[in-house]
């Protein structure tokens, strides 16, 4: 018990050196990049002045072109609704497709990496080359949501679906179920929940993303967004941004309530 | 009770499991069955008993193919399943009712929607997916849930049941597909000794009733030689004991299990 009779034991928790030499690097790193990029705090100082005669500008918002602003505000909601409807139900093969557990090695492989090149690229990118492909307007902006929403969606949902219980699924293989019952009685009710939960936390980000496209000319809100800055327009630039962050606000409150109905 | 046991075992002469020289290694060289050969026929109910790691899963599931056996037979009523694949698996399979360890449901789905799920080897996917069940088949399932004492929990989900209740509604999928033989793997290891008798009488007056051959993997002794007529004992790999109960004596069971002392 006492301290000259116990053994030693040695330590009872192990240094991990690699980790401690990782942060050491990554500390390192930090202050080289931001030496490099000449981020400093009197740059800093100088940004804060240049901020504050902009947010001056900005105030009061002038809503007086309403009816453009609604217009637009509606076109952006119709890619974000269409691209979600469409990104959600080619996700749902997709991923199951893509999933380890359930197909055979050359069928998730090509799905794999088609989910990974949704994912490769920046939303802004997809619309870039979309609208080079198929003209300016809201189908560049409708097809670049639907390739994101691929990505995000089929990779989770792989991942779901990679996760669920085998033994249900064992139990109706033994029964001579067909593959496809098996899929709808064993596979989906495991991972409806979480599917509705990604569909409606991507609708949001189509949402938030749909008013990004039209900044290089894919529809939506962002081209008229964009103007504004350019002519200097800072109060109807102010106006745009409330009107995004009521209406992403308002999808936000709406998919909570869809999560619930599902739960 | 004989008599009636014959008639109508004579109604039904086909329904049988016959295992013929079954082999199973997972790695070459290292078999875990060795050339097994058994046949379980009629009304009767057999159990595996052996100690764990011995093949006993190994072994039932090569009986439906969940894993393929490395060589040897396994004939279900007479039909050799061992060479088929696809669809003709799928309705081999229909005739092999399973009852799992770990009852295997889906948690999710309603108790009915589970005990249906014994029909989907007979019902086309679309219907299925549509919950359009033949009548008959749902009539069924109502009057098999009231005989186990389940009719209340049928629109209730599978996870609000206790232990005992799912290994029913396990019982009653199996049941469902009218197999010709019902296999069940450990069929009482995750419930408590009381919820245990209950079920191996289930099992056991089932395959009585609706005449089927029953071949439980168990590893509780006393269980087995409660109720089933016959024993089969198993270790390492090969067939140590086949017999009835009466005949089970301290000395097989040391060859099956190894060591005494847990005897005494």
């Not at chain 1, 974000?80 to 996700?91: D, P, T, V, Y």
């Not at chain 1, 199951?96 to 069928?107: K, V």
């Not at chain 1, 936390?201 to 504004?228: E, H, W």
């Not at chain 2, 033989?181 to 079920?199: G, H, N």
Request: contains cysteine; charged residues 15%; positive net charge.
């Amino acid at each position: 018990m006492t301290a000259d009779t116990a053994k030693n034991f040695g330590p009872a928790f192990k240094t991990n050196w690699w980790a401690r030499a990782g942060w050491l690097a990554a500390f390192l790193y930090a202050a080289y990049a931001a030496n490099y990029l000449d981020v400093s705090w009197i740059r800093f100082l100088r940004g804060l002045g240049n901020g504050a005669e902009f947010l001056a500008e900005m105030v009061p918002p002038n809503f007086s072109r309403w009816q453009l602003l609604s217009a637009n505000l509606m076109e952006t909601v119709e890619i974000a609704i269409i691209a979600s409807a469409f990104g959600i139900l080619f996700s749902l093969p997709v991923g199951l497709l893509a999933a380890r557990n359930l197909m055979p090695l050359w069928i998730t492989w090509p799905f794999r990496t088609f989910i990974a090149l949704c994912r490769s690229f920046h939303p802004v990118i997809f619309a870039i080359l979309f609208v080079k492909a198929v003209g300016f307007g809201p189908l560049a902006g409708i097809l670049t949501l639907i390739f994101a929403s691929i990505g995000f969606i089929g990779k989770l949902f792989t991942e779901a679906i990679e996760e669920i219980s085998l033994k249900p699924l064992e139990a109706l293989r033994a029964s001579g179920a067909p593959f496809m019952s098996v899929i709808i009685y064993a596979v989906l009710p495991q991972v409806l929940n979480r599917f509705i939960g990604f569909s409606s936390y991507q609708l949001d980000a189509n949402l938030r993303n749909s008013t990004m496209v039209g900044i290089v000319g894919a529809g939506g809100i962002g081209g008229t967004l964009f103007a504004a800055f350019q002519r200097f327009d800072y109060d109807f630039l102010a106006a745009i941004l409330i009107s995004i962050i009521a209406l992403v606000m308002l999808s936000e409150f709406i998919s909570t309530r869809i999560k619930k109905v599902f739960q | 009770m004989t008599v009636e046991a014959q008639s109508d075992s004579s109604a039904h002469p086909q329904r049988s499991i016959c295992i013929e020289n079954l082999s199973k290694e997972y790695v070459k060289g290292k078999p875990v069955l060795n050339n097994i050969s058994f046949t379980v026929q009629g009304q009767s109910s057999v159990a595996i008993i052996g100690p764990s790691g011995t093949g006993k899963s190994t072994l039932i599931r090569c009986v439906n193919k969940l894993i393929p056996p490395s060589s040897g037979n396994v004939y279900i009523s007479g039909e050799n399943i061992t060479h088929l694949t696809g669809r003709n698996l799928r309705m081999a399979r229909r005739k092999i009712g399973m009852v799992f360890q770990e009852f295997n449901l889906v948690e999710r789905l309603s108790v009915m929607e589970n005990v249906l799920c014994g029909r989907l080897g007979y019902v086309p996917s679309w219907r299925a997916w549509l919950r359009k069940y033949p009548q008959k088949d749902i009539d069924n399932a109502f009057s098999l849930l009231d005989s186990i004492g389940l009719l209340e929990f049928a629109r209730q989900r599978a996870d609000s049941l206790s232990g005992g209740q799912r290994q029913r509604v396990g019982i009653a999928r199996a049941i469902m597909q009218e197999p010709h033989v019902l296999l069940a793997d450990e069929p009482t290891s995750s419930l408590d000794p009381k919820t245990s008798v209950e079920i191996m009488e289930l099992l056991v007056s089932l395959s009585r009733e609706h005449n089927i051959p029953l071949l439980i993997n168990i590893h509780d002794v006393e269980l087995a030689k409660r109720f089933t007529a016959r024993v089969i004992g198993l270790s390492m790999g090969g067939i140590i004991y086949d017999g009835p109960p009466s005949e089970l004596t301290n000395d097989h069971l040391k060859k099956i299990y190894g060591g005494e002392n847990w005897l005494q």
